[in-house]
């Protein structure tokens, strides 16, 4: 190699040398994840979008964050990150109708669901048929009488127990000591009232035809909230000859009723054995359905 040649050599070497900026990669930029709190929103509440934006080009630069929710972008955000760098920005939006959206924020989606709006209807439930059998009155070792029923919402909003029934006793005969009671799917107490008899009319002589005489009386309760299964208890102490009958309809049908025995520490349990004679028609368990009855509101969604 001759000097000149030599020379035009080292020129070539030093301009590469001076130009490592076109050599470079460019800045680059990864959106690593997006998330939604909450993930699930009802209609109008304010959502808020966390985008996490990596770094991972040779040199630092300048992100723009974009928001589209369904396509259409709704905002925008600068972030200035040098190499390496991860950063988080955070958006926030509403929507005004129930529906599943895609959330994307630099080609990063996720879904967020809105839920209809919700207004509360009332409805009564009940297993009897209507039309009182008889007016039965609890015989020993019962206390009680028990009734299961079904919530029709994830959150039923208990408002009232209606109960079919009628008193038994000398003139001026009072209910006393008897309650009324909300028990959870385990049987446990979540709301106790008095359960007077002062509402049903009383009779002195029942008669032979029992079904001239019962009335449904509505008991308020204080918007009590129950989850799937639950039950209405009425204790009304050890049977006397005198006191609370309650209606009872032969249904022919899968029974939801029960007794109850109260023991020596005030604990309430369904009777081991149904204590009325088959003699009666109410003597099998499965055609009898107390007269009780739940009115409450759900939630369903809205127009």
Not at 112 to 117: E, G, I, S
Not at 248 to 264: E, F, G, I, L, P
Request: glycine content about 10%; aromatic content about 10%; charged content about 20%.
């Amino acid at each position: 190699m001759n000097n000149r040649t030599f020379i035009a050599a080292l020129a070539l070497a030093a301009a590469a040398l001076a130009l490592p900026a076109a050599c470079e990669s460019p800045a680059q930029f990864v959106v690593k994840s997006v998330s939604l709190k909450p993930s699930t929103a009802n209609i109008g509440e304010t959502v808020k979008v966390t985008a996490q934006v990596a770094s991972v080009g040779t040199g630092g630069g300048r992100y723009r964050a974009a928001l589209a929710v369904d396509g259409v972008e709704l905002d925008t955000q600068y972030l200035d990150m040098d190499r390496g760098a991860v950063a988080e920005v955070n958006f926030t939006f509403s929507e005004d109708q129930a529906g599943e959206y895609e959330v994307s924020v630099g080609g990063r989606t996720t879904v967020l669901t809105v839920r209809p709006k919700l207004v509360a209807r009332e409805i009564e439930l009940k297993w009897d048929s209507g039309e009182p059998g008889d007016y039965i009155s609890l015989v020993k070792p019962a206390t009680g009488y028990l009734v299961a029923f079904d919530s029709p919402s994830d959150n039923f909003i208990l408002k009232a127990v209606r109960v079919y029934g009628l008193v038994y006793g000398s003139a001026g005969y009072h209910v006393t000591g008897a309650e009324l009671q909300v028990l959870d799917r385990n049987r446990k107490v979540i709301y106790s009232t008095s359960f007077s008899g002062d509402g049903f009319p009383l009779y002195t002589r029942l008669g032979e035809n029992l079904k001239i005489g019962g009335a449904l009386m509505e008991f308020p309760i204080p918007s009590v909230t129950v989850q799937g299964n639950f039950f209405i208890h009425i204790y009304t102490g050890p049977p006397t000859g005198q006191g609370f009958r309650m209606g009872a309809t032969d249904s022919k049908a899968k029974s939801h009723s029960d007794v109850t025995v109260r023991d020596s520490n005030g604990l309430d349990a369904p009777a081991l054995t149904w204590p009325y004679s088959l003699a009666n028609w109410f003597g099998e368990k499965d055609r009898v359905n107390w007269m009780v009855r739940v009115v409450g509101d759900y939630m369903v969604p809205g127009q």
